[in-house]
T-cell receptor, first 110, second 117 residues
């Protein structure tokens, strides 16, 4: 599975959009981009995933560049409860294995 | 829908002692995973079960760690004997997928925080 690169930490003002970048320059054609987050003292929580097209659900939007070498997770209106570690994971089409990096610590501030 | 249950939530032991963790996955989920998360790092997969069979245990330190899922439902992870470096959070996850090596969303439990003194 391809590796990902994420910033160590980011700050965001409450009510504003949080844009979390992820680089995955070695991604191959059948690999998906997954995002999970982990709030303090909890297990990781699935947010969203995509292959080529942009995706949106009730939690977030995922924007994948045309060359698929990078992506951005967007939390449209961040709240204090969104403070967490966010993991970007590239995952093969065949294989349920999740390989977590260190992730991005997102701090939402009032 | 009930989530993944784990117990205990916290455990403190002395090195060289043994410890066991229990996990009850979401009802109907065929696949169960155990992860180890050391402070400041992302979770690392230790073992994956498909029903009661092992799919991947390549990262499990088999000299001291063991896991079983006898009836294809709940699972236990054991460490014997524990070392200082085993201090970590042990996370259990489950997914619905019925066929090995297919992609599905994993749902995680709250974890068990182990401290080895």
């Amino acid at each position: 599975d391809a590796k990902t690169t994420q910033p160590t930490s980011m700050d965001c003002a409450e009510g504003r959009a949080a844009n979390l970048p992820c680089n995955h320059s070695t991604i191959s054609g059948n690999e998906y981009v997954y995002w999970y987050r982990q709030i303090h003292s909890q297990g990781p929580q699935y947010i969203i995933h995509g292959l080529k097209n942009n995706e949106t659900n009730e939690m977030a939007s995922l924007i994948i560049t045309e060359d698929r070498k990078s992506s951005t997770l967007i939390l449209p209106h961040a709240t204090l409860r969104d403070t967490a570690v966010y993991y970007c994971i590239v995952r093969g089409e065949y294989g349920n294995k999740l390989v977590f990096g260190a992730g991005t610590i997102l701090r939402v501030k009032s | 829908e009930a989530g993944v249950a784990q117990s205990p939530r916290y455990k403190i032991i002395e090195k060289r002692q043994s410890v066991a963790f229990w996990c009850n996955p979401i009802s109907g989920h065929a696949t169960l995973y155990w992860y180890q998360q050391i402070l400041g790092q992302g979770p690392k997969l230790l073992i994956q079960f498909q029903n009661n069979g092992v799919v991947d245990d390549s990262q499990l330190p088999k000299d001291r760690f063991s896991a079983e899922r006898l009836k294809g439902v709940d699972s236990t992870l054991k460490i014997q004997p524990a070392k200082l470096e085993d201090s970590a959070v042990y996370l259990c996850a489950s997914s619905l997928v019925l066929v090995a090596y297919s992609t599905d969303t994993q749902y995680f439990g709250p974890g068990t925080r182990l401290t080895v003194l």
